[in-house]
């Protein structure tokens, strides 16, 4: 990108704003995601390299936490209570488990990413105590 580009002053950006809607966390007008959760290399608009982001395994953990959880709940709940057949969690139960699991996992990926952005996080690393 151009030197303006890279030298200039950017306004802070809320992570949660720029993150779940999958933009920009320097400049909120590019994107952070080509395809559904692969990201981009840098942003079309501003050129920030996204090489900084690593969220790992943290939209899977939220996920699984807060998604599947209730998911696997509803679907125990629905088996004990009613005694349905087979096909019945395939219409209540599988459907409502891809939505719990599928949908958050894209905002919550770019939140992350764009809170690494924001509060500066990296690799942590040991400190020698008797170095100046």
Aim: with cysteine.
């Amino acid at each position: 990108m151009t030197q303006i580009n890279q030298t200039r002053d950017w306004p802070r950006l809320e992570p949660l704003q720029t993150g779940a809607r999958g933009r920009c966390p320097r400049c909120g007008e590019g994107h952070i995601f080509d395809g559904f959760l692969a990201m981009r290399a840098s942003c079309e608009v501003c050129g920030l390299d996204y090489g900084f982001a690593d969220p790992a395994d943290g939209p899977a953990f939220f996920v699984l936490c807060f998604a599947c959880v209730p998911s696997v709940i509803l679907t125990l709940w629905i088996e004990l209570q009613f005694n349905p057949p087979f096909w019945v969690h395939l219409l209540t139960s599988l459907p409502f488990l891809l939505l719990t699991c599928l949908l958050p996992l894209r905002p919550l990926k770019g939140w992350l990413v764009a809170s690494q952005y924001v509060y500066k996080a990296r690799q942590g690393r040991l400190v020698d105590p008797d170095a100046p």
